[in-house]
């Protein structure tokens, strides 16, 4: 993996961050739960972590600051108010203006004057804030009362947080200076998961001085953290680097044959990597004797790994070696909660696969290769006459066949990816034009090709904002109008005969056909006497330069939003 693609890894990792924390904010800005909270600071501490690896200063001083807010709104879920959303949210964009800003002028150390003001001003709203928090006065009897009356059960809940010992065998691979990634750099980000408690270097590996590559790493580490965090987030402090290298991890819960894998997956010398450990207060003297006496155990695995022809040769590390061993709860079975968790992770990582769409279309490709070619093969199978022929080839013809249909089906795309950003338009909107909405959404798991996924976003939105502009009335106005001052939304996908339909509805006012008709005749489409059926006057509306409004404002007026919708939704064969 070169830089590029680790520097794009990061980028990508960052975005899906984000949209965790966008859909956090808003789930807090109806219920505000500790759990979303924690969820939250949990997302901006990951985002901190790896901009800190990838050496990202501005993003990870800028993480730092939005962090430290909601430390103090997950320490103390009441400090948080539905009003903080607003500045949350423009937290979130700067972050993803920041990473690629950050990225794209690394070299110069430079980012553009309007990101640099935006962080200021940002951190500068961050700081009142918390400034606000730090003065705000001291809890009531009452809710004294309710936290002591809760004490027993927190006391409980607080078992499952003490700070857990974690043994870390780290060997980075040899080219991971060359692809950018400084090891130091992720022993480092540890800090920020609790404390290092010691750090011992392993040089076995150092050639002399004339084979010595300054561009390659030979030093491997043995490290000692105390945290509170699960062996899952200390994994995944390793996630860019691990790749080709060989990561361990062990709890106070690793049972003995856990470090015996350990120690056969090691390049070290035996002797000497127990003799290292005993350097270290973490595993006890105790256990390292046993562990001794475990040797020629540990000396048949590695046997194993490097003759199996399904693994490296010598020269290399085993794949396998990555794994990593996490301490089961007290009172459990070790090893079986070792391949209890093991497996969870295995499961989440099938769910999901993130795969480049090159590929992905690559592959489409040859698949569409393979059918052209099956249909030369069953015309000479056809010609030859031969019974058997013609058999296997009706059944690669089906099994391409069936291989056609899977890989198409990669290309499909749920449109509540779609959907779900339409909750930042509204909400953003809502705002800044003083009206109250809900946004309702049916059939988010209706799929589409991942080309027409792409581009319908931008016309569903120009449709979203007109409908906010022009349909939903302001509260005032509903209410007079005998409706609840919250309008209504509503996005719908669903198939109808070999076709899906999407759906933008509200509860507002409706189009003003007089309206319309009146900008008609200014602009010369129609005679001010003419009759037209309003199913005509509705297709004025998609004229380039129509819009029924006299002033240009964010939202409208210049009269070219559905034109963009008319042309985009039928360039893709599809209709308005």
Not at 6 to 25: G, M, N, P
Not at 458 to 479: A, C, K, Q, T
Request: hydrophobic share 35%; net charge negative; proline share 5%.
């Amino acid at each position: 993996m070169d830089l590029n693609e680790i520097q794009k890894a990061f980028v990508i990792e960052i975005r899906d961050l984000l949209d965790r924390v966008e859909d956090s904010l808003f789930q807090l800005e109806q219920n505000t739960t500790p759990a979303e909270l924690d969820a939250l600071f949990r997302a901006l501490h990951t985002i901190k972590g790896n901009s800190g690896i990838f050496q990202a200063k501005r993003l990870e001083s800028f993480a730092h600051n939005v962090e430290s807010l909601l430390d103090k709104y997950r320490n103390d879920p009441s400090c948080f108010r539905p009003s903080d959303v607003p500045l949350l949210l423009k937290c979130r964009d700067h972050i993803e203006s920041l990473s690629s800003a950050e990225l794209a002028e690394g070299a110069t150390g430079k980012i553009p004057a309007e990101v640099e003001s935006q962080d200021q001003e940002l951190k500068t709203r961050i700081s009142e804030r918390l400034e606000e928090l730090s003065v705000a006065p001291a809890r009531t009897s009452e809710i004294l009362e309710n936290e002591i009356l809760s004490a027993p059960e927190q006391s409980a809940q607080g078992l499952n947080h003490l700070p857990e010992r974690y043994h870390i065998s780290f060997r980075p691979p040899a080219d991971a200076m060359k692809a950018g990634l400084e090891p130091l750099n992720f022993i480092r980000f540890l800090k920020n998961l609790g404390t290092i408690e010691c750090v011992l270097p392993l040089a076995e590996g150092m050639p002399g001085a004339e084979n010595f590559n300054p561009q390659e790493s030979y030093l491997g580490y043995e490290i000692l953290l105390k945290s509170v965090e699960p062996g899952e987030a200390v994994e995944d402090a390793f996630e860019f680097i691990k790749e080709n290298g060989i990561l361990r991890i062990h709890s106070s819960a690793s049972s003995l044959p856990d470090y015996v894998e350990t120690i056969a997956a090691l390049p070290e010398n035996r002797q000497r990597l127990i003799a290292v450990w005993r350097e270290m207060p973490f595993p006890t003297q105790d256990w390292l004797d046993r562990l001794e006496g475990k040797l020629p155990i540990a000396s048949e695995l590695q046997t194993t790994h490097f003759a199996s022809p399904e693994t490296p040769s010598a020269g290399n590390p085993p794949s396998n070696a990555a794994a990593t061993s996490i301490g089961a709860s007290p009172g459990k079975d070790p090893s079986s909660a070792v391949e209890r968790k093991e497996g969870e992770r295995s499961n989440v990582a099938h769910t999901s696969l993130r795969v480049d769409a090159s590929r992905l279309d690559a592959l489409i490709n040859l698949v569409g290769e393979l059918v052209i070619q099956s249909q030369s093969l069953k015309q000479i199978s056809r010609a030859t006459k031969d019974a058997s022929l013609e058999a296997s080839t009706d059944t690669i013809e089906r099994l391409i066949e069936d291989l056609r249909q899977q890989s198409m089906s990669l290309r499909m795309v749920e449109i509540g990816t779609v959907f779900q950003k339409m909750r930042r338009v509204v909400h953003d909107a809502s705002l800044n034009l003083n009206k109250k909405i809900q946004l309702r959404l049916q059939g988010e798991d209706t799929e589409l090709d991942r080309s027409v996924i792409e581009r319908i976003q931008d016309p569903m939105i120009h449709l979203v904002r007109n409908s906010i502009d022009h349909g939903l009335e302001v509260p005032e106005e509903r209410l007079a109008a005998g409706k609840g001052e919250t309008g209504t939304i509503e996005l719908r996908a669903y198939q109808d005969m070999g076709h899906v339909v999407v759906e933008i509805a509200d509860d507002g006012r409706g189009v003003n056909l007089e309206a319309v008709k009146r900008r008609a005749v200014e602009k010369g489409i129609m005679v001010e006497d003419q009759h037209v059926d309003p199913n005509q006057l509705h297709e004025y509306i998609f004229h380039p330069g129509f819009s029924t409004r006299d002033t240009v404002s964010e939202y409208s007026g210049r009269g070219v939003g559905l034109v963009v919708v008319k042309q985009g939704i039928e360039a893709l064969g599809g209709s308005v």
